[in-house]
Every structure is written in structure tokens, then in C-alpha cells.
């Protein structure tokens, strides 16, 4: 990983805050306050003038083109994977896979992986807290090859019993797919911890970073997982891009899970062969423009730090959770050990739909359901909770507005 100088006190965030025009409106008659930062986080004036670059100056298609135009887009693109690795500490450029987003990085995994490796009575473990897309990938592969699901219990709080976990490994482990922070609780899962112990069973580790990479400095050696996948939209980047970092001797024996150009070496009516990792999994013309989007997301994060990142949002999100605590009647779902930039709540008498509106009418963004991620809220009791998410962009002020907007709320029904 990119050492980072900076310090938090030396850090400007007003100026910072500039670089996000979006911020600055009104919405419904009053200044935006965007707490949907889980969802999509908001996108600096650098990363949209970059990727206005590329379609003004730039665009062609990449890897095939001779011409200076396409080995123009090509550098620029390719260079992003060299950026990525670097930000997640990866070894090698050629362990960087293309996605469309951590959507598609799990299901490249569950399909190549999950083909080449499951049988019948084989277990993938997974942790009650998932995503859906990191559920629902495991289960049509399981489908498909006699594998069963496992899952982590979490207790009261939102924590993994990692006690059940240790329990449920056994030689029949194949793969332990585990989320790195939780979307629904804000909870920071120990990812080293969970992937050593897969390890000593013999099982593969897939983490979904996708609500860790844009909060965290996050170094894939050093928790030692398999695969840990992550979409651009939450780190400001674009959307309609991601990544699946892979060990390279997964990649290697892996078989692709698209056809079709660039993932070829020779292609006849009797037989083709593939190129290698990684783009023998990267299919057809790329999403360019939002990969060299990308990097230049990597490049604005890195110029802040993710260390005085973290220790900005560690600051607003424990404001948060301090405040939102006072206000009567709110109940906290998660109250984990370790808490990442996200805050969910309920009360008793407010449907989280009724509250998500009414926020909204205030210039308030925040976001209401199940965050899809339903088994986790049914583990709570509730159908849907409202969750505040959390950026480096964020003021205390936009948590006070978020206060005052719940108090509002509340007086409608009282
Ligand atoms: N995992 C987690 C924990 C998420 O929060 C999300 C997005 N809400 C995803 C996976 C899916 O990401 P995407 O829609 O970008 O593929």
C-alpha cells in the first residue's frame, strides 16, 4: 500500500468538501445532506474531469487497436490496474481482474471456482450478516454441484460468533466467502482472524470489500484471503466497474467464466485456448472510461491518505452513533465492537419508509429497507431499518441536521 503523509490535522476538509459540486444544492428547499454514502458514495470534480478526458481527448477501444488513440486509452486503463494493486497491497498487476462491480467479482468466483472445485457434500461457509451478493452466488452454484451453505451466527450486537465459525470449518470446507464490513451494521469483520482459520482447514477465502476499500486502508497480503472483491461507485469512482483481486494460482487454474474477445489466445471451430489471468476473465470491450475512472478515484484517496480517511470517518461516525443514541426511543441495530461508517436504526412506532421520506422532504438523503441484506434483519426481528452512511466528505453539521430531522419526524407521531 501507498505510504500516506498526511495528518488529520493538517487535512482541509471545507476545501475538500469543494471538490464535490453535488453537495452544493438544495434539495426540496433546503442544502442537501447525502447520508447514502454506503449506497454510492459522490464523485470529485477530479474523477469527472478525468474520465471527461478520455471521452473528449481519448476514447478508442483498448488492447487491439495499433493505432496512438487506442494505445492511448490503453495505457491509461491498464495503469489503473497498477494503481489497484498498489492500493490494496496485491502482488501482482496480473491479480487485478476487470469487474463490472463486487457483484460480478463474486459471481466470477462462485461460477470458475465454484465449477472447477465443488462437489457434492462439500460446504461453502458464509456469515449471517452477507449482502446478497454474496449470498445468492453461492447458492446457484451450490445448486448446481451438491455443495450446502454454512453460516456464522452473530450475536446481539452484530458480531460474528466466532466460537460457532470454528465449529462449522471442517476437511469439508471449500470456501468461506465473508463480508469485511457489514452494509446493514457497520460492523468490521476480523478478516485476517477468519481467513487463517480457513485456512488451517484447507479452505479458500473470499472477502467482499465492498464497504471496507473506500473507508480503510485495506491490504490483501496481509489478511492473506484468496479473493477480496470491491465496485469503484463506493470509493468515488464511477459506476459499472470493480475488482476481483485473486491469488495467482487460483487465477491460474481457474477456467474462464465469459467468452468471448480479449479472453481468447487462438480461437478455431475445433478447439480455442484462453489468454492467461487476468484477462482470460475479461470478456468483450470493457467498461473503459469507468476504469480509468478508477484510478483516478485511487489517486484522490491516496492524496488524502485512508489513514486520515479512516481516522475522519471513525470521528463522525462515533458522533453519530453518541448522538442518534440520545434521541428517545431509537433503537440501535448493531452496536458491533468495531464500527465502519455506517449507522442503522428503527423505532417501534415509525416504519423506516415513513422516516426516509420525511428526511427526504428535509434535503436529507438516507437510506431505508433491508439493505439487501435480508437475512441480517430478519436475525433483528425488523423488516427494515434506516441507515446513515458515512463519507470523509461528511460534517458533524449533516449529523446534527440528521438529528433534528429525526426529532421531526418523531413529532408527527407523538
Ligand atoms: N456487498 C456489500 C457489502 C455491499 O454493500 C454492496 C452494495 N450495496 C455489494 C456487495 C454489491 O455491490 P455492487 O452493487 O456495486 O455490485
Avoid at 476514447?59 to 496512438?68: A, D, E, L, Q
Avoid at 483481486?245 to 478455431?268: N, W
Amino acid at each position: 500500500m501507498a505510504e500516506t503523509v498526511a495528518n488529520i490535522s493538517t487535512v482541509d476538509f471545507d476545501k475538500i468538501r469543494k471538490d464535490f459540486p453535488v453537495l452544493d444544492q438544495q434539495v426540496n428547499g433546503r442544502p442537501l445532506v447525502y447520508l447514502d454514502n454506503g449506497a454510492s458514495s459522490q464523485m470529485p470534480v477530479q474523477v469527472a474531469d478525468r474520465i471527461d478526458h478520455y471521452h473528449r481527448r481519448e476514447h478508442s477501444n483498448v488492447h487491439r487497436g495499433i493505432h496512438t488513440l487506442s494505445q492511448k486509452a490503453t495505457d491509461a486503463f491498464e495503469e489503473t490496474r497498477k494503481k489497484v494493486r498498489d492500493f490494496i497491497g496485491a502482488g501482482s498487476e496480473n491479480e487485478i481482474i476487470y469487474t463490472t462491480g463486487t457483484t460480478d467479482s463474486i459471481n466470477l468466483v462462485a461460477n470458475s471456482f465454484g465449477k472447477l472445485y465443488f462437489k457434492e457434500g462439500d460446504q461453502i461457509i458464509l456469515t449471517e450478516m452477507e449482502h446478497h451478493a454474496n449470498i445468492v452466488p453461492w447458492q446457484m452454484i451450490a445448486e448446481q454441484t451438491g455443495a450446502e451453505i454454512k453460516v456464522i451466527p452473530v450475536d446481539d450486537n452484530g458480531d460474528l460468533d466466532m466460537k460457532a465459525y470454528k465449529s462449522l470449518l471442517s476437511e469439508k470446507t471449500k470456501m468461506v466467502a465473508v463480508v469485511h464490513v457489514s452494509n446493514a451494521l457497520g460492523t468490521v469483520n476480523p478478516v485476517k482472524e477468519i481467513t487463517d482459520l480457513a485456512h488451517n482447514s484447507g479452505a479458500a477465502v473470499l472477502v467482499d470489500g465492498a464497504q471496507a476499500v473506500p473507508h480503510q486502508p485495506v491490504d490483501v497480503q496481509e489478511i492473506g484471503c484468496d479473493f477480496y472483491a470491491f465496485s469503484a461507485h463506493k470509493m468515488c469512482g464511477p459506476t459499472g466497474f470493480g475488482i476481483l483481486y485473486g491469488k495467482k494460482e487460483y487465477l491460474d487454474a481457474m477456467p474462464p467464466y465469459r467468452g468471448g474477445g480479449d479472453m481468447i489466445d487462438k480461437v478455431s471451430f475445433e478447439e480455442t485456448t484462453y489468454n492467461v489471468a487476468p484477462f482470460k476473465f475479461e470478456a468483450g470491450t470493457p467498461p473503459i472510461a469507468a476504469g480509468i475512472g478508477l484510478g483516478a478515484a485511487i489517486d484522490y484517496l491516496e492524496n488524502i491518505g485512508m489513514d486520515v480517511i479512516a481516522e475522519k470517518e471513525a470521528e463522525l461516525v462515533n458522533y453519530a452513533v453518541e448522538e442518534l443514541q440520545k434521541i428517545d426511543g431509537l433503537r440501535m441495530i448493531g452496536t458491533p465492537r468495531t464500527r465502519a461508517s455506517v449507522a442503522s436504526f428503527v423505532f417501534d412506532e415509525i416504519h423506516a419508509s415513513d422516516m426516509g421520506t420525511i428526511l427526504d422532504k428535509r434535503g436529507i438523503a438516507v437510506r431505508t429497507g433491508h439493505h439487501c441484506a435480508q437475512p441480517i434483519l430478519r436475525r433483528f426481528n425488523v423488516p427494515a431499518t434506516t441507515r446513515a452512511s458515512l463519507s470523509f466528505y461528511n460534517t458533524k453539521e449533516d449529523i446534527d441536521r440528521l438529528v433534528d430531522g429525526i426529532n421531526y419526524v418523531k413529532s408527527f407521531f407523538e
